[in-house]
């Protein structure tokens, strides 16, 4: 497997995981525990498309990337106020 390929099998699966232990009522959708999966997740993906040069899911993965730091940033405000 090269090293891409373990780069963005880890991110999916860490995006899969937040997704999972969300459907299972293990932690919460608007929590700081998903977002941060999300982050990470995403973040580790983009950079394997990157490295592919597929920039179809680099635009579809960065997004993620973003919307899921802009929820952090959101409910961390939330909760300082």
């Known amino acids: 497997m090269a090293y891409n390929d373990i780069i963005g099998t880890i991110g999916v699966a860490i995006i899969?995981?937040?997704y999972f232990l969300n459907t299972a009522?293990?932690?919460i959708r608007n929590g700081r525990?998903?977002?941060v999966m999300n982050i990470?997740?995403?973040?580790?993906?983009?950079?394997a498309s990157v490295l592919i040069d597929y920039w179809p899911f680099v635009i579809l993965e960065a997004s993620w990337t973003l919307v899921s730091i802009y929820g952090l940033m959101r409910i961390m405000r939330i909760k300082m106020t």
């Not at 990470?40 to 950079?47: D, R, S, V």
């Open 16 to 18: 899969l995981l937040a």
């Open 25 to 27: 009522g293990m932690i």
């Open 40 to 47: 990470i997740g995403a973040a580790l993906a983009t950079y």
């Open 33 to 35: 525990l998903f977002y």
